[in-house]
């Protein structure tokens, strides 16, 4: 049998509201998810055992084997599917890590749609999205790689029509660990941070056919409540987010997941590119992507 390819899109948090900790520790979540236009790229080669290797210009970075999420989603995919066909994996890794664009989490579910199509499981077996959810936070939103507003810890995806969104990507490549991030948010578990009356108020998100301007407009009012703890962190986000914010033409830019990946919004592609440009020559240890959101 051939072998299989998919890719692990980047994964962009247009907005992240944390409404609060759970008494179990998760915090509970509202982020409109978009999907970039760079990726990872995974192979499967059926048959054998389950291995991976990594190569590309960022193999270096992905850590121990064991511990890459596409093995641990392979793992359990391979628990509660009996018989699970497996093979071998070549990640061709290209998105930073831990970078707040969920490379990772857009690993293993690339994995989990391989794992898929060579079983002839549909993506909505409950047993895909029980192991996508089981992996980590941001791997059942990965799993589709649609637009989506995302609430609990995750698992509830509300699917959105947003426009194809000319966009440029930072990363100072500089690891922002989430679990840093959300410590130095520091919940105590059972605290909220909205209540009743802030859900209420919350804004409704554009109809399909909405351009731009109204999408912007909206997420004007709704910021990533990362942002500050992870500035204290790392305050070169900071940095970051002045250059975005200060290019031509840009419409919105701010801090992505946990960071330290930011993101900015423009009406043009022309825009977009002169950014990523200048930062380029600005800054050229920086990871710098200019493309689509959608």
Same mark, same amino acid.
């Given at each position: ?20 900790? #759970?008494?179990?520790?998760y915090? *509970? ?5 978009? /999907?970039? &236009?760079?990726? &990872? #790229?995974l192979?499967?080669?059926p ?13 270096a970075?992905?850590?121990?084997? +064991? *511990?890459?999420?596409?093995?641990? !989603? ?9 018989g699970?066909?497996l093979g071998?994996f ?6 930073p890590v ?6 990772g989490?857009?690993?293993a579910?690339?994995a ?31 799993? /589709? ?7 609990? $810890? ?18 100072? #490549? ?5 679990? *840093?991030? /959300? ?14 009356? !802030? ?11 909405? +351009?731009i301007?109204? %999408? ?20 070169v ?9 200060? +290019?031509?033409? $840009?419409?919105?830019? #701010? ?8 993101f ?18 600005d800054?050229p240890? %920086? %990871? ?5 959101? +959608?």
């Amino acid at each position: 049998m051939p072998a299989l390819i998919e890719e692990g899109r980047a994964k962009v948090n247009l907005s992240l509201r944390v409404v609060g900790r #759970r008494a179990d520790g998760y915090h *509970d979540l509202e982020s409109v998810v978009a /999907f970039a &236009d760079c990726a &990872d #790229r995974l192979t499967l080669e059926p048959g054998g055992e389950l291995t991976l290797i990594t190569t590309g210009p960022l193999a270096a970075a992905c850590g121990e084997t +064991s *511990d890459n999420l596409v093995f641990k !989603a392979a793992r359990l995919l391979a628990e509660a599917v009996p018989g699970l066909k497996l093979g071998a994996f070549t990640l061709d890794k290209v998105l930073p890590v831990a970078a707040g664009i969920g490379g990772g989490s857009a690993d293993a579910a690339a994995a989990l749609r391989l794992l898929a199509r060579l079983n002839n499981l549909p993506l909505d077996d409950p047993r895909l999205q029980k192991v996508a959810l089981a992996t980590g936070a941001d791997v059942p939103v990965c799993l /589709f790689s649609r637009a989506c507003d995302m609430t609990g $810890v995750g698992e509830q995806l509300l699917p959105l029509a947003l426009p194809s969104m000319p966009c440029v990507m930072v990363n100072p #490549r500089v690891p922002v660990a989430t679990k *840093d991030v /959300f410590q130095a948010l520091g919940l105590r578990n059972g605290e909220l941070l909205v209540g009743a009356t !802030a859900v209420l108020g919350a804004p409704a998100w554009p109809n399909e056919g909405a +351009s731009i301007a109204d %999408w912007v407009a909206v997420l004007d009012n709704v910021a990533n409540d990362l942002e500050a703890p992870a500035l204290r962190i790392e305050p070169v986000i900071g940095e970051v987010l002045e250059a975005l914010r200060g +290019s031509p033409g $840009v419409k919105l830019a #701010r801090m992505s997941g946990s960071g330290a990946t930011c993101f900015a919004i423009y009406a043009a592609p022309t825009d977009a590119h002169a950014a990523a440009e200048k930062i380029r020559r600005d800054h050229p240890g %920086w %990871w710098v992507h200019a493309g689509t959101l +959608s």
